[in-house]
């Protein structure tokens, strides 16, 4: 049980270069976010997913695109790469429970993205 | 939206200290979670608490949710207790889950 993964851990792009991070979670949760992390800031939800073929837009979504073909994996594009995307990128996965609207929410190792 | 804010900002311990961090948040959240971050960048999950006191070896944690705070308290710190520790909470509903965070409190513990 692996939990949830990201890939690559570290990235070095120039400004317009396109890629993607890889998010996936093997505890068949059916929620999952991508957050950002600034320097001295808490985490910030980029976009989220309540489930497979379903995505929408948290409170950063600008210049991001996500995609979530299947349940258990949820994708993270950058278009066209800025220095303002430079960050930490998590990914979090969580589960509905029988009387709670959501439980606790799990979180990969980060990606680190430098944008030059 | 809602706001989150964590006390004090930094912390510096002696080993052996005990401490206090508090949350405070402005609306009714169904969800509350205390989070460490280790200096490796990892996020480690210490508390789902959005209610009631809860204890984990020489962690612990209270929130009252009537009067919007929540508290952690680190008894008997060690080293492997620095990083920052942050506090997120969810308003439930069709919120989704969706966390927000507070700003995080830097805790460093010297030998």
């Known amino acids: 049980n692996a939990g949830v993964t990201q890939t690559p851990k570290f990235r070095v792009l120039k400004t317009g270069q396109s890629m993607t991070l890889l998010c996936a979670q093997d505890?068949?949760?059916?929620?999952m976010y991508w957050y950002r992390q600034d320097p001295g800031m808490g985490l910030r939800l980029i976009h989220y997913s309540v489930g497979e073929g379903t995505t929408a837009k948290g409170e950063v979504p600008d210049g991001y695109n996500v995609s979530r073909l299947k349940k258990q994996n949820f994708l993270l594009g950058l278009e066209s790469a800025a220095p303002s995307q430079t960050s930490v990128y998590f990914c979090a996965s969580s589960y509905k429970t029988t009387g709670r609207t959501i439980d606790t929410q799990y979180f990969g190792p980060g990606t680190r993205l430098t944008v030059l | 939206g809602i706001q989150v804010e964590q006390s004090p900002p930094d912390l510096i311990l002696q080993e052996g200290a005990n401490s206090t961090l508090r949350c405070n948040f402005s609306?009714?959240?169904?969800?509350l979670q205390w989070f460490h971050q280790n200096p490796w960048g990892q996020l480690i999950n210490l508390f789902y608490?959005?209610?009631g006191t809860k204890q984990n070896g020489r962690l612990s944690a209270t929130t009252v949710a009537t009067e919007r705070y929540s508290l952690l308290y680190i008894s008997s710190s060690q080293t492997t207790d620095s990083g920052v520790y942050f506090c997120?909470?969810?308003?439930?509903?069709?919120?989704?889950?969706?966390?927000?965070f507070g700003q995080g409190t830097i805790l460093t513990v010297h030998p």
């Open positions: 505890m068949n949760h059916e929620y």
């Open positions: 609306d009714s959240v169904n969800n």
């Open positions: 608490i959005p209610s």
């Open positions: 997120a909470v969810n308003r439930g509903g069709t919120s989704y889950g969706k966390l927000t």
